[in-house]
C-alpha cells in the first residue's frame, strides 16, 4: 500500500491555505497561533514537504507569557502523531487558559492537539475527524507484526486521550477510530469532542483529503490543491547532498 502520510503531504504541499503563525493582541494578555497546515516530525521534514514541526511550534508556546491566554486556531489535514503529541504536551504544560478554535477542519493527529483545550469551539461547517493510525514501512514478517502490535498500541494511547476528554467509553471512541469518523460540530459537541459552536461559519477547509478514505466530497475540484505525486524541492534552493539525506529520511517509518 502506498504511503499516505506521504500522501497527504504531497498533495498539499502547495496549499494556499497553509499558515503557521503567531498574533499577540495589543490590548490584552492573550496571544492567537494560527495551525492552519499538515503537521510534519521535525524541520528537515518542514523543509521538504512544507507543514509545521514540533520544533517551531513548541517554541512559540513557551514564548507565551505564562498568565496568557492561548487562543489556538486550527485548520488543519493532520500529519506525524509523535510531532502532534509533543505540541499537545506543550499546550498542557502551559500554566494560563488555552481556547482551541477549530476554524475548518481540524483532521487525524491535529484532533488531540485540540484535546488539550480547556474549550475547544468549533465553528458552524467545521468538521472533525478520528482514525486509526497508518504507517509505511519494509521488512519481513516478523518485522511486520511487530510494527503492527506498535500501531495497536499507538492507536489504544490516542484512543484513552478522547475518552478522557468526552467521558465517552474507550470501545465507542475506538470503534469510531476504526471506521475513520467525521464529526459535524454539532456531531462533535454531542459527543464530548467540542464544549460549544460558534456563531461564525467555518473557513473553506481548501485540503486535499483524498489520503483519507471517508472525507467529505469537496463542493468543487477548484477547492483543493491538486494531488502532487512526485513532489520534488526546488532545484535553487536544496542541493543534491541534501536531497540525498531527505530521500534516505523519507524511506523511514513514518506514521499518522
Not at 503567531?22 to 496571544?31: F, G, M, P, Q, T
Not at 488543519?76 to 506543550?90: H, K
Amino acid at each position: 500500500m502506498k504511503n499516505r502520510l506521504n500522501k497527504l503531504y504531497a498533495d498539499n504541499r502547495k496549499a494556499a491555505v497553509r499558515k503557521f503563525e503567531v498574533v499577540a493582541k495589543a490590548d490584552a494578555n492573550e496571544v492567537e497561533i494560527f495551525l492552519y497546515d499538515h503537521i510534519v516530525s521535525s524541520e528537515d521534514e518542514a523543509e521538504w514537504w512544507g507543514g509545521v514541526a514540533p520544533e517551531s511550534f513548541v517554541k512559540a508556546v513557551y514564548a507565551v507569557d505564562k498568565d496568557a491566554t492561548i487562543h489556538l486556531r486550527i485548520n488543519s489535514p493532520g500529519g506525524s502523531v509523535f510531532a502532534a503529541r509533543a505540541m499537545e504536551q506543550a499546550l498542557r504544560d502551559h500554566k494560563g487558559k488555552v481556547i482551541v478554535h477549530i476554524d475548518g477542519l481540524a483532521a487525524s493527529a491535529a484532533t488531540f492537539i485540540a484535546m488539550a483545550g480547556d474549550e475547544v469551539i468549533m465553528a458552524k461547517g467545521a468538521m472533525f475527524m478520528i482514525h486509526k493510525a497508518w504507517t509505511g514501512m519494509w521488512g519481513n514478517a516478523v518485522d511486520l507484526r511487530k510494527e503492527a502490535d506498535l500501531l495497536d498500541k499507538i492507536d489504544g494511547t490516542l484512543a484513552e486521550t478522547y475518552a478522557s476528554k468526552t467521558g465517552k467509553d474507550l470501545n465507542q471512541v475506538s470503534a469510531w477510530m476504526a471506521d475513520e469518523t467525521w464529526f459535524t460540530a454539532a456531531e462533535a459537541l454531542e459527543h464530548g469532542f467540542a464544549t460549544s459552536i460558534a456563531e461564525t461559519e467555518a473557513k473553506a477547509s481548501a485540503w486535499n483529503l483524498s489520503a483519507y478514505d471517508k472525507a467529505p466530497k469537496p463542493k468543487s475540484s477548484t477547492e483543493q490543491p491538486k494531488p502532487e505525486e512526485t513532489p520534488e524541492p526546488e532545484p535553487q534552493t536544496i542541493s543534491d547532498d541534501h536531497r540525498a539525506r531527505q530521500q534516505q529520511r523519507l524511506s523511514l517509518l513514518s506514521r499518522i
